[in-house]
């Protein structure tokens, strides 16, 4: 069993940056292929980025490249979301997701995901 809490979100003016953090319990965390995603008013929850359990591999959207980051800390149990020069489309409620498929399978999930947070809402205003 993982739950997720997900923190960080807030208001930021346009080309901002946040950090969102996701903080897993359970002892199995390292097995699990995180993630983030996100869901913007009247929209589908779409992939935003991915990251493999031993962090060597990571996936992203092609909107957050270059300005996402993704990076996971196992002894600590969380995984993060580093965004810089924030734009208004990102507005959206972020989801942290945990699964035991790949990182890559998981960006690909629209259901089935093992785990998910409760969402921290990102507004960027410009």
């Known amino acids: 069993q993982v739950q997720l809490k997900e923190s960080g979100g807030g208001l930021v003016q346009a080309g901002g940056s946040l950090r969102l953090s996701c903080a897993a319990s359970?002892?199995?965390?390292?097995?699990?292929?995180m993630g983030w995603f996100r869901q913007a008013p009247g929209k589908e929850r779409e992939f935003v980025a991915t990251?493999?359990?031993?962090?060597?591999?990571?996936y992203y959207t092609d909107s957050v490249k270059g300005r996402f980051t993704i990076s996971r800390d196992n002894a600590k149990n969380t995984v993060n979301l580093q965004m810089n020069s924030l734009k208004p489309e990102d507005t959206a409620v972020y989801y942290c997701?945990?699964?035991?498929?790949?990182?890559?399978?998981?960006?690909?999930?629209?259901?089935?995901?093992?785990?998910w947070g409760q969402g921290t809402q990102v507004t960027v205003s410009s």
């Open positions: 359970g002892r199995t965390f390292n097995t699990y292929s």
């Open positions: 997701a945990a699964d035991q498929a790949t990182a890559y399978r998981l960006a690909k999930m629209r259901s089935g995901v093992d785990y």
């Open positions: 990251i493999s359990w031993s962090a060597s591999s990571t």
